[in-house]
């Protein structure tokens, strides 16, 4: 009996311990408050959370002196958080969203910098270890990357900031780009009481029809012996190595479209753009393959990489790359010698993650060698990008977690009312990697869903920002520089709807474009001096309108 009273009081003893760290320690007085960095070590005596690490990071050149904290959720999840002093916290936490597919820690010391308390995850899994086959046999981790981890993750940054500065965080807020921008638009749906404000950016939806279309584009660049591939065997070696022509198609759109918009700055709006590529492309003598022109074959590739893959029946599975987009279809689409003739449609996430719950499909050392004998009688079969049909999409089973993970539910009204939450997306027109019709689509959607079709009423609840010449989250040659996290928490915090945000192109560090970005389906059209109208020091906000 002694024995068991013993048990009991070491319980309640180290009970007290975590209840009373970390606002107060054993060695503090009512009268003595502990410094932010003790308090900051003191995590680790709390109970409710599965903390490994709590102890202050120096500051560095991006951020200040930081209470920084790792942990783990159910064994699976690891999470990070990174927690500004108390008297620099503005009052927000901040769930960074990840790219990819993840299975890494990312650090915001830009954010913590101006006064957000950070947390992040790797999803579930280690892209160190796992790599994109940490869905195989294992459904946990393929639901921890679906959704489980952001909610989760949050849950425990909401957890940690009560338990560090003593009171609750005033706003929540989400930031993310591509599997990040997803992650969004998938907690909106899911969790919309997990924040008050989500950035989505680029959002990388649709995660088995992306796949589908990539594997489907491989198949037509690597037929025919590479017949209607983009790269062009300059040297007739055998080998494609020179990306001649995939310039030749960004300067002939360029040509046709950069004045579009009324300015020629190297930019292509899309939507102001009409490009035949039968009629617009230079074609080849028969029965030659030059670098100044196209084949029948190569002309056929470019109009698929442009409107998208179909299946059998001429249903629309995918969308394609936009117009300006093409500088980066190397890195995205062609297979040549600089990328091993692994373009990223052929990288990422295997198919089968989406196709087969089972099985991972695994692509042979060298794609090119389609003679490859397949070993298929073993416990992980091998699988070749020829083998894959479109068709079998309509009869494949969908996992729940592929089905969740795809973000494309426009009923967003738990969100955007009961939460009063706001939603803010953004999208470059330059995009290949996820192109850019799916957000625009799932705007209309939710506009149609939620509003009845109103913009005007869905504009004070969500809004949509298109950034021409942007590439996949930044880059591009359009401005592709703005300050979403600003603009958001504006509109959540004053009822500051953003009118504009204003974006830069910025070389060697000096702005070179700057304009304003505008709420979909407007646009910001020049109206500044006539006669300094391709001058870029006259592209600047003061020189565009939205309409």
Known sequence: MARTNTRIWVGVGLALVAAIAPGTNAQ???????????????????????????????????????????????????????????????GRLLHLGDGGSDGDLDFADRFVARGYATVNSNTGHDAGAEGGM?????????????????????????????????????????????TGGRQGLVAAQLFPYDFDGIIAGAPATQTMEKAAHRISTQQRLFADDFGGNLAFDADKDGKQESLAKVELLADTVLEKCDKADGIEDGVVEPPLCKFDPGADLPKCPKGQDLATCFTPKQIDSVRHLYEGTRNSSGKLVYPGAPLGSESSWPRVYIPHIGNGFRPRALGGRALASYLDREVPKLVPPDPTDIDYELVKDIELPEWGWWEFDIDDLDSAEMADSVRLARGIDPKL???????????????????????????????????????????????????????????????GPGPNQADYLAALDGWVTAGEAPETIVARHLTDGVVDNERPLCPYPERAVYVGRVDGINDPRNWVEESFQCR
């Not at 502990?34 to 709590?54: F, G, V």
């Not at 560095?60 to 620099?88: M, W």
């Not at 981790?141 to 009171?167: C, M, P, Q, W």
């Not at 027109?429 to 509003?451: L, R």
């Open 28 to 90: 503090t007085t009512t009268s003595q408050k502990p410094s932010p960095e003790q308090s900051c070590r003191d995590l680790l005596l709390y109970n409710r959370l599965t903390l490994i690490y709590a102890d202050t990071r120096p500051a560095s050149a991006e951020g200040p002196e930081q209470c920084y904290v790792k942990g783990l959720i159910g064994g699976s999840i690891t999470f990070h958080a990174q927690l500004p002093f108390p008297d620099q916290w503005n």
């Open 134 to 178: 940490f869905g195989f046999r294992n459904a946990r981790a393929s639901e921890d990357f679906a959704y489980r981890a952001v909610h989760f993750t949050t849950n425990a940054g909401k957890t940690l900031i009560e338990t560090y500065y003593g009171k609750q965080q005033e706003y929540a807020y989400h930031f993310g780009c591509s």
């Open 413 to 475: 009204d738990r969100f955007l009312f009961r939460q009063g939450g706001k939603l803010l997306m953004y999208h470059g027109w330059a995009d290949a990697q996820i192109p850019p019709k799916p957000t625009v689509d799932y705007h209309e959607a939710v506009v149609s869903s939620v509003f009845n079709g109103n913009h005007e009423e869905a504009a004070k609840h969500m809004r949509l920002f298109m950034a021409p010449g942007m590439d996949h989250c930044g880059r």
